[in-house]
Each structure stands twice: as C-alpha cells, then as structure tokens.
DNA sequence: ATAAAACCTTACATCAGGTGTAAGTTCAAA
DNA sequence: TTTGAACTTACACCTGATGTAAGGTTTTAT
C-alpha cells in the first residue's frame, strides 16, 4: 500500500511541524509549504492526495488558495484553522473546500476526516474537470447535468488534452499525438474529423463549452455562457 | 427546478417538527419517519436524497439504520445527534455516514452541511453501489480500485439487475426482461451466454463478488471474503 | 449407478458503431 | 480576390459486442 501524501500549508512553524509529526505517525506521508510566495504552485508540485490548508497566510488567503487549487485540480482540500466563524466556512465550502475543521483540533477527528475526505476521493482521481462536466480519463465516460454518456476513444482523448490545457491553446501536433501517439505521422484530416465529431457530440449534449479553432495555432475549450 | 426530499428520523416529537419546518422553510420537501418498526423500509419508501438520521431511537439504533440504508440504496445519510462522542462519530462515519453533527445544532451550519452533501451526491443518482465498486446504470462504467472499464451493454443490464435485488435470487425471466424487454421471447441460451460473459469480466477485474446460480430458482450476487 | 434436468462453455458468424479516407466546400486574412 | 486554413459529408473498413449452435459438466432424484 502506497502511502497518501498530505500537503501542510500552515505559517505557524510550532503548529506546522506539530502538524506534520502527527500526520506521519498515523500513516501519512507529508510535505510542508515553508514558501509563501505562490502557495498553490507550491502545492501542486508535491502532487498531494490530499491538503490541509489554513486560512490566515501571508500574501494570499487560504481561501484564494483553496479556489486556484480546484480550479486547476481536483485535489481535495480540507480547512483547519483558528477562525470560527461561520461566514468563513460557508465561504470555504462554497469555493469546495471539502471539510472545514477550526482549531484546536481533537487529533482523532481531524484523521478521521481526513481518512474521510480520502475515501470520498477514491478512484476519482480519474476524473478530470470540466466547466460544468466531469470526465473520466480512462472510460471517456462524460458525465454532465446528472447524466453520463461515453465518448468515443478519439473524441474522449482529444477532450482530455484540451482539459488539461484550459485556457490555454493546443497545437495539432500535441492533439494528434495524444491520440495518435508521437511516432505516427499527423494525418490532418483525420485529426480535423474527429475535431468536428466532438464538436457535433458536445453540441449534441447541450456542454456549456465548445472547441473553438485558434487560427494557425491550434484549438483550446472555450466557455460558453447561456443555458 | 424541483425541491429536494429530506427524510428526517427523530422519536422527540418536538425536535422533529421543528426540524421540519425549518428544512421546509429553507427549500426542501421533507417527510418524517413516526413508525419505529421497520425504519430502514420507511425511509425508502419516501424515496428521499437524503436522510437526517437521530441516534437514540426506539427498536434499532441510528448505526443499524445507517448500515442498512447505505447497503439497500446510496442515499446520504447526515447524522445529527445529542451524543457528542469521538467514538460515535467514528462509528458512524465507518459505516458510511456522510457527516456527522451533535446535537444543539446552529440551524446555518446545518443546512450548509445538508447542502454540500446533496451537492457531493450531485449527479451521482445513477451509480449504484455494489460491493467494493459502484456501477453508472446509464453507461455501465464500472469503477472499482481507483480504476474504470466500461462493460458490454448486456453484461452492465444483468449486474444492474442482480445488484438491485441485493441478498435476493433474481429469476431468469426478470433478468431477460431487464436485457431484452418483456415483450421479448426469453432464449435461455443467449441468456446463458451472457451470464457467463459477465461472470469472465467480473472474474478478470478481481472483484470481490461473483455471481451465483441458485438451482431451479435464478441468480444472485455473492460477496467473496479473499482479498 | 444412471438418467434427466439444470447449468455452463466454446467457437463462430453477424451486425453496429467507431474510424480513416477521399473529395469536396466554406471561411477569413492579406 | 486569392490563398491556405478550417470544415463538412459520404463511404468503406475494421473492431468488438451479440446471438447462435453444438456440446460439456454438474446436480438431483430414483
């Protein structure tokens, strides 16, 4: 059994080594965030299973933080912090943060929350997120408005690589090797084929975004704002 | 947009009601449980998407009840109890509680808790829960062990059907009608077939049940202790 | 022990849906 | 208005799910 990994972002250096120690006796294995700077980037390169956030930081709120961090991922956050107040966890449980715990913390419920919080996550950890939609890297299974349909493989991956560049634009090349592989030679037409399929598939399910053609560069996932 | 049901299961008279209305008063349509004989089936036939379940209650223990709802249906479960114990906690959550609140409850907290569960449950009414893996009765993706595999339409029908009628023998003819419709002249052969197809997959994928033939009478699910 | 019924297995042909190919049309920038 | 990029449509092919067929194994009753 491998190891979860939990990322500690608390400024507190008592509290965070405190924290830590406690974590790593009970099976955790942990990582500190001692650089304040970008705190998410930060986070994300421990590539945590889970992360313990406080909310009073330097530079930036633990609520910001909390927000980047689903929108980039989908790593489960849970709140720990010395502020009760139920404005803050009505605001952190709006921004998804998945538990929100105030200290002093009782040790026994904070590690069951966070074997809690885990379990929840089990075997989601294929589901990439999209706006509005989830998507399951391995099935292509699209699950959106309460309901699921597959993909086709092809459509499913270039969906995917388009997921996991949101924002930004992603060239033919690096859609035709998601779905080709690198060695194969990029048949552009097939490529432009089965771009048109997924469009014609997520315009079947009313998605709230489309491919949208960046000319000369590639294509990127565009938000659309009605329904 | 349609309100959501919330079953509440209290024996004090008095917190009920007010638990109701206040639910009602915040959105939700709510029904509450004043027979304490066979609680578990009372709850279903409310057919709620989510429970609000006491602890104390006459006859069987919230922990019964919750064990039981969580192996019939996957509805949420919140308990809310006047036993602020560790230990309690701890129990309920093993047994597949989603959250667990004691007992003066700040009514904010309360409803933000019940809607962030229902959020979590979001979309997830399609998965049913088997053994050790949930199956999507649209798209008969199978997630088990952090992974995913779609199954064969006819395979995905009959696991449906066997896991709905959990710890019963499902007939042939029931089986035949959930794959080919009612209407359809049953082939015990093609019937035959598929079962062993399922049975190979399931097999293949380690899961920790199998089917079982119950001669003369049909099939049921049986768990399988290894592992 | 043996026969009959219930249940299971395997291989093969068929069919549907996903895929690449080909031959075009439309669009947008210079 | 010209040109290359982006798109569309139809069709043929191939893979994988399904039903069919023919036979094997297990269980139960006599």
Not at 99 to 106: A, D, G, Q
Not at 142 to 161: A, M
Request: hydrophobic share 35%; charged share 30%.
């Amino acid at each position: 059994m491998i190891l979860k990994r939990i990322c500690v972002v608390e400024d507190e250096p008592l509290v965070r080594t405190e924290l830590a120690s406690m974590l790593e006796n009970n099976g955790y294995s942990v990582g500190v965030i001692d650089n304040f700077d970008d705190v998410p980037s930060e986070i994300l390169k421990h590539e945590p299973d889970l992360v313990l956030l406080d909310i009073n930081l330097p530079n930036m709120s633990g609520f910001q933080i909390c927000r980047e961090l689903k929108n980039k991922s989908s790593v489960p956050v849970v709140i720990l912090t010395s502020r009760d107040d139920l404005k803050d966890e009505l605001n952190a449980l709006e921004l998804g943060a998945d538990e929100f715990m105030t200290k002093p913390y009782r040790k026994e419920r904070l590690l069951l929350r966070i074997s809690n919080v885990l379990k929840r996550y089990e075997g989601r950890s294929n589901l990439i997120e999209g706006p509005g939609f989830l998507l399951d890297k391995l099935t292509y299974t699209l699950y959106i408005d309460g309901t699921s349909v597959i993909l086709p493989k092809n459509q499913g991956k270039i969906l995917e690589v388009l997921l996991q560049n949101r924002d930004e634009e992603v060239s033919r090349q690096e859609i035709s090797d998601k779905v080709w592989g690198t060695s194969e030679f990029i048949d552009e037409n097939a490529l432009q084929v089965n771009l048109t399929r997924l469009k014609k598939t997520m315009a079947g399910l009313n998605m709230p975004c489309t491919v949208q053609a960046v000319r000369g560069v590639g294509y990127k996932i565009v938000e659309t704002e009605e329904r």
